[in-house]
C-alpha cells in the first residue's frame, strides 16, 4: 500500500510539472520581433578617389600610374581629375559610364586633366562607375582600369563624395621637375616657336620611325577659326580617329570616315584661332591590335606646333612634321 501511495504521488508531481511548463510556453510569443532588423543588409560597397594613386587594371606596382580625384560637382555632376603620378599628363578618355552618364572631352592645363560628368535633371545615382584610358609624356602607349566592380576595375564610387582640402596630391602633374616638355619658361623661351605644317604626311605611333600602322595626316585652314583634319591609313584602312587635348582652346567635332578617309574640324572661338596649335591624335586601322597615338606638344612624340593657317597645295606632300625641338630627327 505504501508502495503504491508512493507511485501516485510521483505521477501526480509529473502532471503539475508538465502543466507548468505548457503554460510558460504558452506565454513566449515567437513571432517576428519587430524591434530588430534581421533583413541582410543590401548596401552596396562603395568607394571614393581623392588624389588617389590608380594604376593600369589596377596592377600594384605599375609604371605609369595616375594620382585621380571624383568628387560631386552639382545635383547631376561629378568632376573627374587626374594628374600623372611621375610625368606629365597627356591623354584622359572617360568612356561606359554608368546609369546614363555623359561626360565632355577632358582638358589638360598645367598637367592637370578635368572632365565633368552628367547625368539627366534628377537622374544621377548615388554610385557610377565609368572606364578611364589614360598615357603620360614617357609612356609608350594607352593604360586604363575598366567600369564596374571586377579587381581591373574603379568599383562603385560615390557620387556625393567631396574631397577635404587636405588631400596629399603634391607628387602628380609635371611641374615639379621642370616640366622641359611644354615649353620650359625657366630658360627665356622668348622666341618665336617652330613650325610644322601636315600635308598628306607619314605619321607614326609617337614618331617611331618605321612603326608600322601608320596614317596619312593633313591639317590645313579651313575658315578664320577652324581647320580640317584628314588621315587615311597608308596600308589598311583607318577605323578610329580621335582628336584630344587641342592647344589654344579649340574644340574637335566627331570624325566622320568615308572611303577610307577620316575627317574632323577644330574650331576656336570668333576671333581666338591661334598662329599655332597641337593636339593629341589617336587612330587604328583594320588591321591593328590596338590604338596608335601621337601628342600634343613639341617632344619627339608629339605633333609640334602647327600652322594653323597652312592650305595644302594639291600636290601634298608637306613637311616631316613633329616635335620641333630637337629637329625633328625622330621621324
Known amino acids: 500500500m505504501k508502495q503504491l501511495f508512493t507511485i501516485l504521488t510521483l505521477l501526480l508531481g ?5 502543466a507548468n511548463v505548457s503554460g510558460a510556453l504558452a506565454t513566449l510569443d515567437f513571432s517576428t520581433d519587430t524591434s530588430v532588423d534581421w533583413t541582410a543588409s543590401a548596401d552596396t560597397n562603395t568607394t571614393t578617389y581623392c588624389e588617389t594613386e590608380v594604376t593600369h587594371f589596377n596592377i600594384a606596382g605599375h609604371a605609369g600610374s595616375i594620382l585621380l580625384t571624383v568628387e560631386n560637382s552639382g545635383d547631376d555632376s561629378i568632376t573627374v581629375t587626374a594628374t600623372s603620378k ?86 602628380g602633374g609635371g611641374d615639379s621637375d621642370g616640366g622641359d616638355s611644354d615649353g620650359g619658361d625657366s630658360d ?29 595626316l593633313t591639317v590645313e585652314n579651313s575658315g578664320d577659326d577652324s581647320m580640317t583634319v584628314t588621315a587615311t591609313s597608308v596600308n589598311d584602312v583607318i577605323d578610329v580617329l580621335l582628336i584630344q587635348n587641342v592647344e589654344g582652346g579649340g574644340t574637335a567635332s566627331a570624325t566622320t570616315i568615308t572611303n577610307g578617309v577620316a575627317t574632323a574640324e577644330i574650331t576656336w572661338a570668333t576671333g581666338t584661332m591661334p598662329a599655332t596649335t597641337s593636339f593629341t591624335l589617336l587612330w587604328s586601322d583594320e588591321a591593328s591590335g590596338g590604338n596608335q597615338m601621337v601628342n600634343a606638344g613639341t617632344a619627339d612624340d608629339a605633333l609640334g606646333n602647327i600652322d594653323t593657317s597652312n592650305v595644302c597645295s594639291s600636290t601634298g606632300g608637306g613637311d616631316t612634321g613633329g616635335g620641333d625641338s630637337d629637329g625633328g630627327d625622330s621621324d
Open 86 to 171: 611621375d610625368n606629365v599628363i597627356d591623354l584622359l578618355d572617360i568612356s561606359n559610364i554608368s546609369d546614363g552618364g555623359t561626360t565632355t572631352g577632358a582638358t589638360i592645363a598645367n598637367g592637370v586633366a578635368t572632365a565633368v560628368i552628367t547625368w539627366a535633371t534628377g537622374t544621377m545615382p548615388a554610385t557610377a562607375t565609368f572606364q578611364l584610358m589614360w598615357s603620360d609624356e614617357a609612356s609608350g602607349g594607352n593604360q586604363m582600369v575598366n567600369a564596374g566592380t571586377a579587381d581591373d576595375a574603379l568599383g562603385n564610387i560615390d557620387t556625393s563624395n567631396v574631397c577635404s582640402s587636405t588631400g596629399g596630391g603634391d607628387t
Open 14 to 18: 509529473l502532471y503539475i510539472s508538465q
Open 188 to 216: 627665356g623661351g622668348d622666341t618665336t616657336p617652330n613650325t610644322t605644317t601636315y600635308c598628306e604626311t607619314e605619321v607614326t605611333h609617337f614618331n617611331i620611325a618605321n612603326h608600322p600602322g601608320s596614317i596619312l
